[in-house]
T-cell receptor, first 115, second 115 residues
Framework: AQSVTQLDSQVPVFEEAPVELRCNYS??????LFWYVQYPNQGLQLLLK??????LVKGINGFEAEFNKSQTSFHLRKPSVHISDTAEYFC?????????????FGKGTRLHILP | DAGVIQSPRHEVTEMGQEVTLRCKPI?????LFWYRQTMMRGLELLIY????????DSGMPEDRFSAKMPNASFSTLKIQPSEPRDSAVYFC?????????????FGEGSWLTVV
């Protein structure tokens, strides 16, 4: 069965410092991987996704993630965070090659930016 | 495009009352999802439809919850009777099927408080 684990429920980081939000998945088949962001009092929106090709994926707002098949990881990184990055970040996975749109979300990581 | 539209944005109701949440998916999308988000349980998939047909309702908590999709542009989630533990943010989301890895678009959410 597929599953997604976000190892940190909260991550505090100083403004302009780098950040990494960790995500590991479990699947017996190939996967598509996503990061969604939820700003306060809003719905989720897509930050970036990995479907195939280059394992380094660039998204909006300066975020990027790297797919590591051997480690079954898809960690999210940003070299320098801003106060506006305060949000909850969700890693998600779905099957590849199928028609099932069911997507499995992790429990989320709250990013706290410290001044 | 206006995105996924949900109503009401906020609702406060008394225990025992019927609650109806409404959703208009993005035009052209043929998958629709209802999620519930709470601090304790995170983001939970309640039900999803494909081409107006319920595909997986295993996340619906109990018989008090029901969802319908009478046509491609409208869905409802009903709670009858409501209980305080139903207080949560309910998100509707939609996507286009045919390819795994497609983006799911979320509405702004309906914030429900049952007192």
């Amino acid at each position: 069965a597929q599953s997604v684990t976000q190892l940190d429920s909260q991550v505090p980081v100083f403004e302009e410092a780098p950040v990494e939000l960790r995500c590991n998945y479990s699947s017996s088949v190939s996967v598509y991987l996503f990061w969604y962001v939820q700003y306060p009092n809003q719905g989720l929106q897509l930050l970036l996704k990995y479907l195939s090709g280059s394992t380094l994926v660039k998204g909006i707002n300066g975020f990027e993630a790297e797919f590591n098949k051997s480690q079954t990881s898809f960690h999210l990184r940003k070299p320098s965070v801003h106060i506006s990055d305060t949000a909850e970040y969700f890693c998600a996975v779905t099957f590849s090659g199928g028609r099932d749109d069911k997507i499995i979300f992790g429990k989320g990581t709250r990013l706290h930016i410290l001044p | 495009d206006a995105g996924v539209i949900q109503s009401p944005r906020h609702e406060v109701t008394e225990m025992g009352q019927e609650v109806t949440l409404r959703c208009k998916p993005i035009s052209g999308h043929n998958s629709l999802f209802w999620y519930r988000q709470t601090m304790m349980r995170g983001l939970e998939l309640l039900i999803y439809f494909n081409n107006n047909v319920p595909i997986d309702d295993s996340g619906m908590p109990e018989d008090r919850f029901s969802a319908k999709m009478p046509n491609a542009s409208f869905s409802t989630l009903k709670i009858q009777p409501s209980e305080p533990r139903d207080s949560a943010v309910y998100f509707c989301a939609s996507s286009w099927t045919g390819l795994s890895g497609n983006t799911i678009y979320f509405g702004e959410g309906s914030w429900l408080t049952v007192v």
